[in-house]
């Protein structure tokens, strides 16, 4: 079933004695990835001297096995794919996958992650993302864990759609897994690799395979990273400002012929003053309560205009912070019989995060923001596989504890007049001096029964069914407080009891159950194209309203969980005698009960209601040979939330953060000179509007550019060194990525972040 066409390599023996290593296969996977290119992540570069693709391992079923096998839409990077194309956190991976967004807004506070319009685009700590977040077989709950450096990974595997029969927690909408280069017991090796950029960037990263004996190794591998800043700031330091580095240690031994044991071990830490560097602009709520822009010369509250208009420069009194640790721990313990192999996975994770940001984002003592995170969780899978003659089958079970104590505040200072700049009447009606906090914990204990089976009817047709049990508890404490800072008691008006904030302390403990579903069938045409259709039924969750605000009220604090029912229909072509993939996919989703989060001022309330989705995507690759690779692939997209009370009207609306299109491109030229190889990448992508907010204002309107990045690198013959240059964004667009609304009667005030500015840089990898 699988292609018979393989590109072979050439690689060169170099002087050093080191052993050539074979490109891994998912760097030739353009049915699924960028521009590929290897930026010295071996010590042998050799340029491609026959036509076809490598066979691309992935386990997206929980198994090995060709991508092009796998009747799910999907994306496989590995290390030399993510290099050569400026990929070098988790966020950055949007610019190659189609149809996955992952944000940060204005820090990495929280990733909001988006796969295929389905997102949870709430940042709240407690909440767990709709598109569930592995790192080596480990689910991370925590969406203060998803924003992160890249370093040391084997390859990251985005899978599209719900997969929750086979992965542990909340996939209505996908994943993303890293998984991380382990222990090799057959070789020393390793690497150190070092880039500066400008605005100060530099990091440092390295990692060492330490063979003991012949059935055991170590590894060990970090970076440090950091950045001067790439926003201006007229009267303190700049804004974007961050340190980062983190460390991890990997064993594993055979302790029998077939038993083996892999402990791996992780901590992270991660400070900056990426908080306060948003843009400026003013607003003002519409009678029906949608938004639009200010002009000048009030464009904000405060008065202050930016001097250039330059969404890099700005004026910040406060600089505020963004401090985070992460310790990440785990056993595994794999034990195979004949066809049959059972695995354990026990992990461990904390985490705490600090974060304060200048919320008026100006130079003026107005508003400040302040959420922390004080998170731990457990989890424990055994699983159990079987390969049989035309069958297989995966069953399991999984339990995850958490544990999470969570504050968010909102301090709104003496108001009136700002450093001698008089402020227009609207910000006079705010209350004058206040810190509202939201203190708040949530324990969750989850289970869950799962399996799944693949049988081969024919040579041509294979059915596969799964099915996942699980059953939530949670238990919910939430007391907001109002500190006056000016030691009146009219700074803190008592809200109404009929909502959190003013109920006292509000607890609640609840149960619930889910289930989600696979169903489907491949069909092999010939032995290059795949068809298949599935049914994947996804669910997540239910959870609790909280924040500083307390607005929901106390009878619908709780929110129901979500379902979706996907219905797919997709095909994985090889044609052109092996040259050529094309890979397309065709999908529709119910969504029933989804946690819509609704953002009004400083409002923030979730609750469920219905919304549909529906699109398309594909992805054409080339490899003719003669060094080059090529890959274009888009996607479109329609979205619909429905019911959303919009100036006393229900109307339906876009689901935030789903742009509707989606389009990349790369490009790779490999070019031997005789004394080395030069080899060209250049990839590019265009992101459609989109909306960040649920109310689709106008002034949430975001996205709608072009991103491009380019890289060079050289090898030179017999030395097992790398040199390249790159640049990232280099057009130098302002890419809008994210914009609150947090104007209402009294205030006006719209927060943007964007992407960083162009950057130039260079980086040598050395490997031993």
Known sequence: MVSKLKKRLVLRQDNLGLKPLSLNASHHNLATISVLAVMGSMPHLAQAQEVGFDEIIVTATRRAVDIQDVGIT?????????????????????????????????????????????????????????????????????????????????????????????????????????????????????????????????????????????????????????????????????????????????????????????LRGEYSEDSSNAAGGAFARGGEPRSDGLSVFRDAPFNTDSGYIDADGSVFTGSYNDDGFFERAETNLSVEVVYDIGNWSIKSISAYNDITLDYGEDNDASPFDIAEFFQKTEQSSYSQEFRISADFDRSNITAGFYYLDISGDYSQSFQL??????????????????????????????????????????????????????????????????????????????????????????????????????????????????????????????????????????????????????????????????????????????????????????????????????????????????????????????????????????????????????ADVEFNFGLSQSIELGTGVVKLNFDGSYIGEYFSQLTNSDVTRVGGYWNFNSLISYRPDGEAFELSLFARNIFNTEQLIYAFDITFPGSGLLRQNYANPRTFGAGIRFNF
């Open 74 to 262: 999907m994306t496989a990077l590995n290390a030399e794919a993510l290099r050569s194309a400026n990929v070098v956190d988790t966020d950055s991976l949007s610019q190659i996958t189609p149809g996955l967004s992952i944000i940060k807004p204005g820090s990495p506070m929280a990733g909001i992650v988006a796969i295929r319009g389905v997102a949870q685009n709430d940042f709240a700590a407690h909440l767990e993302s709709a598109n569930i977040f592995y790192v080596d077989d480990v689910y991370r709950p925590s969406n203060g864990s998803i924003v992160q450096r890249l370093y040391d990974v084997e390859r990251v595997e985005v899978l599209k759609g719900p997969q929750g029969t086979l992965f542990g927690r909340n996939a209505t909408g996908g994943l993303v897994h890293i998984i991380t280069a382990s222990p090799n017991v057959d070789a020393f090796e390793g690497y150190i690799e070092g880039e500066y950029a400008e605005h100060g960037i530099y990091e440092l990263q390295g990692a060492a395979n330490i063979p003991l004996g012949e059935v055991s190794a170590i590894r060990f591998s970090g970076f440090w990273a950091g950045t001067d800043g790439f926003i201006e700031n007229d009267i303190g330091p700049d804004q974007g400002q961050h340190n980062s580095f983190a460390t991890r240690v990997q064993y594993t031994t055979d302790l029998l012929v077939d038993l083996s044991l892999k």
């Open 413 to 658: 200072n003496n108001l009136g007049n700002f450093n001698g700049v008089i402020a227009p009447i609207p910000v006079l009606l705010l209350p004058l001096g206040q810190k509202d906090t939201g203190n708040y914990s949530i324990d969750t204990k989850s289970w869950s029964l799962y399996g799944q089976a693949e049988y081969e009817v024919t040579d041509k047709v294979k059915i596969t069914a799964g099915l996942r049990y699980t059953r939530d508890k949670k238990d919910y404490a939430y007391q907001q407080t109002c500190e006056s800072l000016i030691g009146s008691p009219l700074a803190c008006a008592p809200l109404p009891s009929i909502v959190i904030g003013g109920a006292g302390l509000v607890k609640d403990s609840h149960h619930e159950a889910g289930i989600s579903a696979r169903l489907q069938l491949d069909y092999h045409l010939n032995e290059d194209t795949l068809i298949y259709v599935s049914y994947n039924r996804g669910y997540k969750a239910f959870n609790y309203n909280a924040g500083f605000s307390g607005a929901a009220q106390v009878d619908s604090v709780r929110f129901d969980g979500e379902t979706i029912n996907a219905y797919e229909i997709g095909s994985k072509l090889e044609f052109l005698d092996g040259i050529a993939r094309l890979n397309l996919a065709g999908f529709y989703y119910d969504y029933k009960d989804y946690q819509a989060f609704d953002q009004r001022g400083v409002s923030f309330v979730l609750s469920n209601t219905d919304a549909e989705i529906y699109g398309a995507e594909g992805e054409l690759s080339l490899s003719p040979g003669g060094g080059f690779e090529g890959r274009v692939g888009f996607v479109l997209l329609n979205t619909n939330v429905a019911d959303i009370d919009i100036g006393g009207v229900l109307l339906d609306r876009d689901i935030p953060q789903s």
